[in-house]
């Protein structure tokens, strides 16, 4: 099977690249990788952003999954879970019904050792789940998926390192609830209080058709709610027992979108594949990299020395 190198490289200093090529390469591509990019600040990046993109179709990051702080008006850091963790290969929002469609990452400062952004093409690992068991992904298409989260009030986040330090306050960027239902309800999220605690559920499509490809994309994290792999090298029995007390603290988990379960054998399929599909590059500062959303996954690997990724998201 032919396999797609992920990302597309491309050196500003051998051709500047107008507004039209960067869009039709991408969606050829998947992924872009421009060099020698100058920005000195979020600030700069930010502008940058909005003269590419128009400021309206730029996205707010709201009820998202990592704890992540804005930078400036449309640039957020990339993610500030600590160094050591490995984040799984994901399309950002899946479990929103509006995802945005271009994610971009500057790199203002690489890090001294690994920390890459590991990206995979969710276009080929559907078709390679669709080879593997093409039953699961029946049930994937016709039951779709609900993402489940409880969400910790500020006050509350006495195991806020191990819940990855996210309290709904910090997710959704304000203390007050009825600002929290109404982005809820943007990102077309079920919510629902208990006492202060923000129960979340979502049922959208596991695999999404590509706007401009017509192609079929796997856009899930099941693979990420396996759990006896995770990431810290420990031995797996506790690994297990770890998860699955973090799992009931925190109330995160997925199954189908009717509640059925995903078993663990089709989390794990999911996982070895998204691996199989797994490429890495290193990032040097000034590396703009522009992501088709719903063509390519993304992740972080853990890392030494300081590492400032920015990213602003496309509608
Ligand atoms: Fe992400």
Request: overall charge positive; glycine content about 6%; aromatic content about 12%.
């Amino acid at each position: 099977m032919h396999k797609r190198t992920l990302p597309y490289l491309h050196h500003l200093s051998s051709a500047p690249l107008m507004m039209e090529e960067i869009q039709s390469l991408l969606t050829e591509k998947g992924a872009l990788l421009i060099k020698g990019m100058n920005f000195q600040s979020a600030e700069s990046f930010n502008k940058w952003l909005i003269g590419f993109a128009g400021i309206e179709n730029l996205a707010d990051y709201t009820g998202g999954t990592s704890p992540r702080s804005k930078k400036s008006s449309h640039v957020y850091n990339s993610t500030a879970a600590p160094r050591f963790i490995k984040i799984g290969l994901h399309n950002e929002m899946t479990y929103s019904k509006n995802p945005p469609h271009t994610v971009i990452f500057y790199c203002l400062h690489a890090p001294l050792k690994k920390g890459q952004t590991p990206l995979a093409d969710s276009l080929a690992i559907y078709k390679s789940m669709q080879s593997a068991d093409s039953h699961f992904v029946e049930e994937v298409k016709r039951k779709k998926m609900t993402y489940h989260r409880r969400l910790f009030p500020k006050n509350k986040m006495r195991l806020a390192f191990f819940l990855k330090a996210i309290h709904w306050e910090n997710i959704f960027k304000t203390s007050h609830k009825n600002i929290v239902e109404k982005k809820c309800a943007q990102n077309g999220q079920e919510f629902r209080w208990e006492k202060d605690h923000l129960i979340l559920k979502t049922i959208v499509p596991g695999i999404r058709i590509h706007p401009l490809l017509q192609k079929p994309s796997w856009f899930n994290t099941a693979h990420l709610f396996l759990s006896d792999k995770m990431v810290w090298g420990a031995p797996l029995s506790l690994i297990i027992k770890f998860f699955k007390f973090i799992s009931k603290k925190s109330g995160t988990y997925i199954t189908f979108g009717d509640g059925s379960p995903i078993s663990n054998s089709q989390k794990r399929l999911a996982y070895h594949i998204v691996e199989k599909h797994t490429q890495f590059f290193n990032w040097e500062d000034g590396d703009l990299l522009i992501i088709d959303n719903l063509q390519v996954a993304h992740g972080r690997m853990p890392f030494k020395g300081e590492r400032e990724i920015l990213v602003g998201l496309l509608k």
